[in-house]
C-alpha cells in the first residue's frame, strides 16, 4: 500500500474525529472509544481497553494498532495514557474464557474496561459489530478502530497491554516461544505443545482437538 502524502494523511486523521463529532453534536459528552485484543490466540488473557479522549487530541500517526510497528504502538501507549481524560485497560484470563466462551470473555473485557474508567462517559463507540451487557448508550463500528480515533486509542492500549503481558509468559514459559507468535496458532506454537503439552495459560477450548488425539 502507497504511503500517504502529508496532506493524505492530514485528512485521514481528520476523518477520525467525525465519529465523535457527531456524537458531540448530539448532545454527549465523555465519549469512550472500546476495543480489544487477544482473540484468537491459543493461549493467554484477553484484553479490551475504553479511552476517554479530550475534544482536541492530536496523536500524531494513530491507526489501527494492527496497521503499526511495536514503536509506534508503544511511542502512542505513552501519548495516549498522558493525554487521555481517563483510561483503562480490563484482561479476562484463560480459565473464565474456558468457562463461558470467548466471545462472552470479550463482551465482558469491555464492559469492564468502560467500568473501570475513572470518568464515567456518556456514550461508548465499539470496535466490532455486537456488544452485550452495556448499559451506557452505545454503538458499535465494524472497523472502527480505522474510523474513530477513540477506539484507534483503544486499540493501542488493549493490544500493547497484552503484548507485554504475553511476553512476561514468555518468560515463564520459554518451551513455548510466545515472544514470537504472541500466543497464536502458528505451526511452532503447535509442534511445541505437542513437545511439551498444554502450559497453565493455555485455552484448553481452543484445543480440544489436540487433547484429544493425545487421550
Request: proline fraction near 3%.
Amino acid at each position: 500500500m502507497a504511503k500517504l502524502t502529508k496532506e493524505e494523511e492530514l485528512a485521514r486523521q481528520a476523518s477520525m474525529h467525525e465519529n465523535e463529532n457527531r456524537i458531540k453534536d448530539m448532545g454527549f459528552k465523555f465519549i469512550a472509544g472500546v476495543d480489544e485484543a487477544g482473540r484468537g490466540p491459543l493461549a493467554g488473557a484477553v484484553y479490551a481497553a475504553a479511552v476517554i479522549l479530550p475534544e482536541d487530541a492530536e496523536l500524531d500517526g494513530i491507526n489501527d494498532s494492527k496497521k503499526l510497528s511495536a514503536k509506534k504502538r508503544d511511542e502512542l501507549y505513552d501519548l495516549i495514557t498522558e493525554k487521555a481524560i481517563s483510561y483503562a485497560v480490563f484482561a479476562v484470563d484463560e480459565k473464565r474464557i474456558d468457562k463461558i466462551n470467548i466471545l462472552n470473555a470479550t463482551f465482558e473485557a469491555m464492559n469492564g474496561a468502560v467500568n473501570s474508567l475513572s470518568v464515567k462517559p456518556d456514550y461508548v463507540l465499539i470496535d466490532g459489530n455486537k456488544i452485550r451487557g452495556m448499559e451506557i448508550p452505545h454503538e458499535t463500528i465494524v472497523k472502527g478502530d480505522a474510523k474513530s480515533i477513540s477506539i484507534a486509542a483503544a486499540s493501542i492500549l488493549a493490544k500493547v497491554s497484552r503484548d507485554r503481558y504475553i511476553t512476561e509468559m514468555a518468560a515463564k514459559y520459554p518451551q513455548y516461544g510466545f515472544e514470537k507468535h504472541k500466543g497464536y496458532g502458528t505451526a511452532a506454537h503447535y509442534e511445541a505443545l505437542k513437545k511439551y503439552g498444554l502450559s497453565p495459560i493455555h485455552r484448553c477450548t481452543f484445543l480440544k482437538k489436540l487433547l484429544e488425539d493425545q487421550i
